[in-house]
Structures are given as structure tokens and as C-alpha cells.
């Protein structure tokens, strides 16, 4: 089943102290997981589940299930994947073959992951027999792509919040966003969308701050980037769009902390509220949890 690329939320943790940051631990990022199940009577693959990772710019796949046969003495099974980049195949691989030794029901493991590429977007994953009076032929294909999903966020602070486009008592109704896309090469872009108010706070400049990480240490930040700056003309409920706040991509991009900032009157700017995220799979958790 091939769709449009998604994208899927992330378990990490980044936490602010005194302008300290930690970084969220590193690990190959699951950024998409899909089911599936193949076939029919003697030959089928159950309990399929196929787990897309994304480590260092490349790109593999996962498929764990099992291989059914039942009435199917001295026939064969086996899995086959196909790798593709914009339509261009780029290899094929096979899972162990298992064959039937009598008429009885049998099922067999499969664990595969036998292949990494920063330019796959797109597998096959099929499943084959081979008869007695046959050769390899297959018995259902199904298409997958890293099928990404959305992160909520929400930030607040005295005076200063950042949400979606309704506010309702004394802050926004819901969340904002963070997005991601995957490109060519490996390479993944965050956006960040939503709305930032300024709420009694004639005068005050804000902006938002995003902090894009690709491991476990402090040196493993990549850069920081920023939105633009809005102020405060008096002491009203005033708000901006962020459509689409997206200005790095890097194929090393494996979380971002995403934050507010208000300058203060020595032009210092000041770090309001943060959250963190990233592109694999798992739960979004506010910094300060």
C-alpha cells in the first residue's frame, strides 16, 4: 500500500536548567511502522510487521512475521524485498527459504532487515512459493513507504504562548505542530507550525527558537536556527502565523528542541518554554515534564 509520506512522533526527553541542555539519547530512529499480512489456503505470511529506521542518513527496513504452509508437502517459501529510488529499483533480497516435509500446517519465523540505503523511499515486500512443478513465483506484493506523522506541541509562559490559531482562557485551545519530510539522500526537514501570542506585553519582542540535534552529546548539535522576530504594540492579545517555520534539513537530523525566546531590555534574548522532539517513533514529551 504506497501513500503519501507522514510523519511519526518520537520517546525523547531534552531538559532545560540554568540554559542547560541535555541532549536525547541516541538510537536509530523508527520513523515508520506498517502491518501487513500475504497470501491465502497453503502459502501465507502472517503477523507481518515491517519497521522503517532512519540512522546516519540511510534508510532500512525491518520485516518480522511468520511463514505459513499447510497442505503444501515439498513446496517451498520464502520473502522477497525490493528497494527502490524514485521508481528506479536499487537491489533485490531474500529471506531464508523454508520448505513444507509433509502435508501438515507448519509456520516459520521471519526476521529480516538485510539492507540499508540514504536513497531508498520506496519497498516491495512480497511473498513467494516454489511448487514441485515450479519455479519462484509470487504469491501477493505489497508497497510501502517511510509514512511519517505529526508532533503536537505546546508552549506556555507569562505572557507569551504558542499553540494553534484558537485561544481560549488565558491561553490557546491546542497545539501547534511539528512536521517532517524526508528528501533525497536521506535527508529530513522539521516544520514547525502554529501560532505565537503576546498577551499583555506592550513592548515585548519574541521569537521561536529551534535547536536541531543528531545524537547523544552535547556536541552533537547541529546548529540552531530562528523565526522571525514580532513585538508587542501594547498591552492587548496579539498573535502571528508560523506557516511553516522549516529552515534546516540535514540527513544527520535525528531530534529537535523546539523553544520561545522574549528579549529582555538589554537586548538579551531569553529562553521562555521548550519542548523536544524527533523523527522515530514513540511517544512526544514536553521538556518540562
Known amino acids: ?35 501487513l499480512s500475504q497470501g491465502s489456503g ?22 518480522t512475521g511468520d511463514i505459513r504452509l499447510d497442505d503444501a508437502n515439498g513446496s517451498c517459501a520464502r520473502m522477497r524485498l525490493v528497494y527502490f529510488d524514485d521508481g528506479a529499483e536499487l537491489t533485490t533480497k531474500y529471506g531464508g527459504t523454508v520448505c513444507a516435509e509433509d502435508g501438515k500446517a507448519h ?5 529480516l532487515n538485510p539492507y540499508g540505503s540514504n536513497r531508498t ?8 512459493k516454489q511448487t514441485a512443478t515450479s519455479g519462484w513465483t509470487t504469491v501477493e506484493s505489497d508497497y510501502f513507504d517511510a509514512d511519517f506523522t505529526t508532533d503536537k506541541i505546546k508552549l506556555t509562559g507569562d505572557g507569551i504562548d504558542f ?9 490557546p485551545l491546542g497545539s501547534a505542530t511539528v512536521s517532517w519530510t524526508g528528501g533525497e539522500d536521506g535527508a529530513i526537514t522539521p516544520h514547525v507550525s502554529g ?83 524527533s523523527a522515530s517513533d514513540g511517544a512526544f514529551l514536553d521538556a518540562n515534564e
Not at 52 to 57: A, K, Q, R, T, V
Not at 163 to 171: C, I, L, Q, R, S
Open 1 to 35: 500500500m504506497y501513500r503519501l509520506p507522514r510523519f511519526r512522533t518520537l520517546a525523547t526527553l531534552a531538559v532545560v536548567a540554568a540554559a542547560v541542555m541535555t541532549a536525547p539519547a541516541a538510537q536509530a530512529a523508527m520513523v515508520d511502522h506498517d502491518t
Open 42 to 63: 497453503s502459502f501465507q505470511f502472517q503477523s507481518g510487521d515491517l519497521y522503517w529506521h532512519h540512522d546516519n542518513g540511510s534508510y532500512s527496513t525491518h520485516l
Open 107 to 111: 509456520t516459520y519465523s521471519v526476521d
Open 121 to 128: 523511499d520506496l519497498v516491495k515486500v512480497s511473498l513467494q
Open 163 to 171: 499553540g494553534d490559531e484558537w485561544w481560549g482562557v488565558g491561553g
Open 195 to 277: 501560532t505565537l501570542y503576546l498577551n499583555n506585553m506592550a513592548g515585548v519582542c519574541a521569537r521561536m527558537k529551534i535547536y536541531y540535534w543528531s545524537g547523544s552529546d552535547v556536541n552533537d548539535m547541529l546548529t540552531t536556527k530562528y523565526g522571525g522576530q514580532v513585538c508587542s504594540p501594547d498591552n492587548g492579545l496579539h498573535s502571528w502565523t508560523v506557516g511553516d517555520l522549516a529552515p534546516y534539513t540535514s540527513s544527520q537530523i535525528d531530534n529537535v528542541y523546539v523553544a520561545m525566546e522574549t528579549q529582555g531590555t538589554n537586548g538579551s534574548w531569553n529562553q521562555v518554554d521548550n519542548a523536544a522532539g
